[in-house]
């Protein structure tokens, strides 16, 4: 038996085209009215699809196929007219017709043949923000005689051949259709669609003190996704739980795949978790879609409705959240998971520069097991007492209401002009413009050249101010973990990342075998030690690159005379090493004046940052993904950050390679970036909804079901793969 369901599919998140001509929701008319269609063969390889759109109403050039149903006339691709160029918002650049539009399919019959028969496919909108199903027609037109005159016009909608003139008309007459709803004959389609406020009704009724009834009516001949329905409740002292909704209809939808609905009225309870039992207002918000049977389908819908709750109810203590879809992990799993990240964070781009320092340390030791030993332990104690209060920070910020997560310092510019002249000055006592000696090291040793306790727990708080903002593989869990977890709990998960990253010099200072490969020392140790500083020199750079993206071309104008500054004052400090207190103090006061910068950055109002600046790539907001979500199209979300190393090195080999692009295309996906750079409070939510609590975040969401959370380190493969599966 043939079915229509195809014709009943929803296009759902409409496009909006500027509007033409006023046409009221109530006003709409029926498909074949508002793009009458006629065809006539001019010749016997020339047939014209003439449509006459009516005012107020558009098609959509994309959305417009003719082919021919069988082989007895050969085609060439269909003949079509420029349209008007208008960027839409979820199919992109296309391009639409008002008024009329002329179609010419060209092509060879064969000989003796009286007429063709085509199938011709086309979509349209009304500009009050309506759009009509992809609507199919099969067309039969007479061939003039070989040799003969042109064929006469052919009206779509009373041709022999023709679908009937209205998709109620095709269930009649061919006696189809969705069982479920073509029983009850108060369903037809019968008639114009009602206003929203009429098709479809929204209450909230106060059942107990901790439980809501959602009544949804949706009106005969209409229904109801269940699936595309979103309920919130604001309150100070309640939280919505989990919608119990009834039994619903089963519905294989042409964009969302197999779906469930509702025909009838229903009344679906909403359990409320309160944390204080007094009674209080409260704001229920409803977003949900529906359609008309055999019709249109409605852009989704919002109702509020307040409630006023009752005291009394179950009061308990509000849960710690946990990312929605996040599996409970185990203590000792979150720890190895630490312990592994912080071993990986070695080989991490952003904490390399920072490590020379120790590896230089280590080869220019004097062979002693004990002297290998004191140093891990001093550096391994900066590393772990580094990374606890680097987590301590941000777990005290985010319970203080602040939007944080992992690499938090690096997102305030004064910690990055800081970084900076750390770099830089660390980069001057490696080129032997001065050398760090009694007040850091004690003995008048540098930092570099046995640099004692504080030279090696100073290297420890180096490298993980540097390496934190980085995301390892095994850290996003452990991070996710410790998040969510008590404070004294986090602390350890914090503290294992700190010995993971410290565990390969522990192993050079207590395993003999392994100090056993270091070099011996030499003299080719102080030509290293001068190579290692340009790493150093590199690293500042890379951090006002950062800078220049978060407070512009001023801040390196304030931050790079800072650096003229503290390399004046160190290079002044060194000559004045031998001379009196009048020289030290003037040298003093320079390096001090160079930490003014750090003050001036901080202060300064963020620029405009231009949005989605690449071509095909579009600025991450939650409103355009929802939007593309309920237009059921693939989405690659790519969270990042331009002080996350990580991430720039997947832009540069994966997501910027033509192989994504190609990937993109084949899934139809869109792509959407969202700039972590700087504090947003948005996008810290976002992170936090997929059980991330830093970036990069990579996640793919499908036409139907849940998203996809991707690795932090990608490869083409990965990507390729989570594309495709998207698609289907």
């Not at 014709?7 to 498909?31: G, K, Y």
């Not at 080719?524 to 071309?553: C, H, S």
């Not at 001023?554 to 005379?561: F, G, M, Q, S």
């Amino acid at each position: 038996m043939i079915r229509l369901i195809a014709l009943l599919a929803l296009w759902l998140a409409l496009p909006f085209a500027p509007a033409r001509a006023a046409v009221d929701e109530s006003d709409l008319l029926p498909i074949d009215e508002a793009f009458a269609l006629q065809a006539r063969a001019t010749e016997r390889g020339r047939i014209e699809f003439t449509w006459t759109i009516a005012d107020g109403y558009y098609l959509y050039r994309h959305r417009t196929k003719v082919a021919a149903v069988d082989s007895s006339f050969k085609t060439n691709p269909l003949q079509m007219p420029p349209g008007e160029a208008y960027t839409d918002e979820f199919f992109g650049d296309v391009e639409t017709y008002r008024g009329t539009l002329t179609a010419v399919q060209t092509g060879a019959a064969a000989s003796g043949v009286a007429s063709v028969t085509f199938r011709v496919g086309y979509q349209g909108c009304a500009d009050v923000g309506v759009c009509y199903p992809p609507h199919t027609k099969t067309i039969t037109v007479a061939l003039p005689a070989e040799g003969g005159t042109n064929g006469a016009a052919i009206d779509a909608g009373t041709a022999a051949g023709a679908a009937p003139a209205s998709i109620g008309d095709a269930l009649s007459a061919l006696g189809g259709g969705d069982p479920a709803r073509s029983t009850d004959p108060t369903r037809a389609a019968g008639g114009l669609p009602l206003p929203e406020n009429q098709a479809f009704r929204f209450e909230a009724i106060v059942d107990t003190p901790d439980r809501l009834l959602l009544r949804f009516t949706p009106a005969p001949g209409y229904y109801l996704y269940r699936d595309r329905t979103e309920v919130t409740v604001t309150a100070d002292g309640a939280e919505a739980g989990a919608i119990a909704w009834p039994a619903s209809v089963a519905h294989h939808d042409e964009h969302f795949g197999d779906v469930q609905v509702f025909f009838d009225p229903i009344d679906a309870p909403l359990p409320l978790v309160r944390t204080r039992s007094g009674a209080m207002p409260a704001t229920v918000t409803a977003t949900f879609q529906g359609c008309q049977t055999d019709g249109i389908c409605y852009p989704p819908m919002t109702r509020t409705v307040t409630v006023q709750l009752p005291a009394g109810g179950t009061v308990a203590e509000a849960p710690r959240e946990r990312p929605p879809g996040a599996r409970p992990v185990a203590l000792w799993l979150a720890l190895l998971l630490a312990l592994g990240g912080g071993v990986v964070l070695n080989l991490m781009p952003c904490v390399l520069p920072v490590l020379s320092l120790k590896a230089l340390s280590l080869a220019q030791a004097d062979g002693s097991h004990g002297g290998a030993r004191r140093q891990a332990l001093w550096y391994t104690a900066g590393v772990l007492a580094s990374f606890v209060a680097v987590g301590a920070i941000a777990l005290a910020l985010r319970e203080a209401g602040l939007a944080l997560g992992w690499g938090f310092q690096l997102q305030q510019p004064g910690v990055i002009a800081a970084l900076a002249l750390v770099m830089t000055a660390i980069g001057l006592s490696l080129s032997g413009v001065v050398a760090f000696g009694a007040s850091l090291a004690g003995a008048g040793q540098k930092l570099t050249e046995k640099s004692g306790p504080a030279g090696d727990f100073f290297t420890g708080v180096l490298a993980v101010v540097v390496a934190s903002p980085c995301t390892a593989p095994f850290m996003g869990t452990a991070l996710a973990f410790a998040f969510t977890a008590s404070p004294a709990i986090a602390l350890l998960v914090f503290a294992a990342l700190g010995l993971g990253l410290a565990l390969p010099f522990l192993l050079i200072g207590f395993v003999p075998a392994v100090a056993a490969r270091l070099p011996r020392p030499g003299a080719w140790m102080e030509t290293l030690k001068q190579v290692l500083a340009f790493p150093m020199y590199l690293t500042a750079v890379w951090l006002l690159w950062v800078l220049a993206k978060q407070r512009g071309a001023d801040a390196i104008a304030v931050v790079l005379v800072g650096v003229v500054l503290l390399a004046a004052g160190l290079w002044a400090w060194e000559k004045a090493r031998w001379r009196g207190l009048a020289a030290k103090g003037f040298a003093a006061l320079l390096v001090i004046v160079a930490l003014w910068p750090v003050v001036v950055v901080q202060r300064m109002p963020a620029p405009e940052r231009a949005a989605a600046a690449q071509e095909g790539v579009v600025a991450w907001s939650p409103q355009k993904l929802e939007q593309l979500r309920r237009d059921g199209r693939v989405v690659f979300v790519n969270m990042t950050a331009d002080w996350c190393v990580t991430c720039k090195a997947n832009e540069k080999t994966v997501l910027g390679s033509d192989d994504f692009r190609a990937a993109l295309d084949a899934a139809g996906a869109v792509y959407m970036k969202g700039d972590w750079t700087d504090v947003d409070p948005e996008i810290t939510a976002f992170l936090e909804s997929h059980g991330a609590v830093g970036v990069p975040l990579y996640v793919v969401y499908p036409r139907t079901g849940e998203p996809v959370v991707l690795p932090t380190v990608l490869t083409k493969a990965i990507v390729r793969s989570a594309l495709a599966d998207a698609a289907r």
